[in-house]
């Protein structure tokens, strides 16, 4: 029987990777007529490989985490800016990006339109999946859409495996940013159309494409200084479709507090999830997942990356998040999802009372210190011990803080540098290197299952601060700020903003994405599509003044090497400079 190539050939030479085994990648047409679920079964299976590289590209490179130190791992690029085409990770990134492209597109020239409304629905499934990796990687590829995207230049556009695969084969060369929006416009308006069906939030649905939408014209509509009104209003528009429809509802804050926890199937916010389940991690398969890097839990995970200084300083700046377990008291709900990790003496199982706070530790460099506290009646003493040397003894040197908030535990230092310093009363967090374990679990415990995660796509929470966003350049500061305290005060209780104006909107409503999203892969590219500079000043092994501007070269990634060494036909690399 006649075999068909069901994996794009761009997918196959522009990646220099092994075309999948069947069933998904090499069929028989007749079994590919009868059973096109195994088809977009085999697409869906493409957005797990896909899922860990686009995590990684996209939350490394903001400022939300930390790492213990630097790392002969290609995922250090992401985190330290030191841009290379030969990444492995990236290859990863682009190489399943186009897998599914290829399978979702091979389905749509496969069957017509309109036999059924289950295949109807089958073909929305394929043009939500093209749409949704033509966004990631045009947005990892190409520059931020407010900065000439009618010459930069975005991806590839390649649909489906060419007529003339094995005869001169010549693809075109990237897009421009422009086009290649369009092209992800085009995709998800289709798969709205198409998807009637509901399959639940771990397939596509009419509903996904229209949260992806919203957040595809947020990308679109410009900075707060010089926004587009026609893509904020269509990036409302779909906001409204998917809040007004009823089928997704914002969970409440104690519920909220145990979202990783959920199965997407169990979770109303969740409007889609890259599913993922137990039996695809057994034994170390645990420590090499996202929430592996984040967090040990049962013995499993690295733990070698942290909640940020600055992530931690926002989680607070409404009110202390006291993780101590006998003290434990959540503000912001958002807290719960970052476990220090206090270290107990072995025989007594008591924790150390410490002063912690970060401090200037020589020049251009950031650090944690964790003094161990005296108290004398009133007077609390913190004392930083200098450990002998073979010239010097021991040095105790105390310092007497100075309150600000006794019932929160903050209080101030004068050190020996002569500035003074803010920081907690707190346990002894235990050290990885030099930096307290702040574990991020954000990324783990679902179904209470050690690393198990299901990549969220979409959720409730932020389609409200799409909108927020979109009426805020809208100028509709009264209707933004409804929407955004909408958010806001499901973590924090009593927390609401009391006005919103052109004066403070970007500041809030960018502050609010970064605590509603952290470690959902969002935060580098909202910094940069909105014209900021990304700055990291804080404790890390990263260039901690250095201010990423949204035009620096650096704000996208190389095309891989292998891509383009491979590819039949012209692709252009992004500049080196």
Known sequence: ?????????????????????????????????????AMINGAYAQLKAWSDPMHRAGEYAGDNMMIRGASTDAFYEFISYARTPNNDRLSSFWNAGYKAVAQSSNVIKMFKEGESAERDNQLGECYYIRGMMYFYLVR???????????????????????????DNLNLPDRSTVKETYEQVISDLKKAESLLTVNKGNIYA??????????????????????????????????????????KYSLLDRERFMKYNTFTPENNNETIFAIKRVASEFSGFDHYYGI???????????????????????????????????????????????IEPTYAQDEKTGKYTDVFRFVKEDGANTLNYAQFEVERAGNVITAVEVIPKTETK????????????????????????????????LDYYI???????????TKCSREGENSQLHSPVISRLG???????????????????????????????????????????????????RELELAFQAERSYDVFRNGDALSREYPGPHSQFEKITSTDYRVVFYIPQSAINSYPGVLTQNPTQ
Do not use: H
């Open 205 to 246: 649905s009419q509903g996904a494409a229209q949260a992806l939408l919203s957040r595809v014209y947020l990308f679109m509509s410009g900075t707060y200084e010089s926004p587009n009104a026609e893509y904020a209003k269509l990036s409302l528009e779909y906001a409204d479709k998917v809040i007004n429809s009823g």
């Open 393 to 424: 003894p021991e040095e105790r040197i105390p310092y007497v803080l100075t309150v600000i908030d006794s019932d929160q535990g903050i209080y101030s230092v004068k050190y020996k540098d002569g500035k003074i310093y803010k920081g907690v």
């Open 291 to 337: 929430g592996g890097m984040y967090s040990n839990i049962g013995g499993m995970g690295w733990g070698e990356m942290y909640a940020s200084a600055k992530y931690i300083d926002l989680l607070n700046e409404t009110g202390r998040n006291d993780w101590r377990p006998d003290n434990y008291s959540i503000v912001d709900a958002r807290a719960s999802f």
């Open 462 to 512: 932020e389609v409200y601060l799409n909108r927020a966003e979109a009426q805020a350049k809208l100028g509709n500061y009264s209707a933004a700020l409804s929407d955004l305290n909408t958010i806001r005060t499901r973590s924090i209780v009593n927390g609401a903003y009391a006005s919103l104006s052109a004066s403070n909107a970007s500041k809030l409503i960018d502050k609010e």
């Open 140 to 166: 990892a590829y190409g520059r931020p859409f407010s900065q000439n995207p009618e010459t930069n230049l975005g991806v590839p556009i390649v649909n489906g495996t060419p007529d003339d695969v094995f």
């Open 1 to 37: 029987m006649k075999k068909l190539l069901l994996i794009l050939v761009a997918a196959a030479t522009v990646t220099s990777c092994n075309i999948d085994r069947f069933p998904y990648s090499s069929m028989d047409s007749d079994v590919i007529a009868n059973n096109p679920d």
């Open 430 to 440: 235990s050290l990885n290197r030099v930096y307290p374990q702040f574990y991020i």
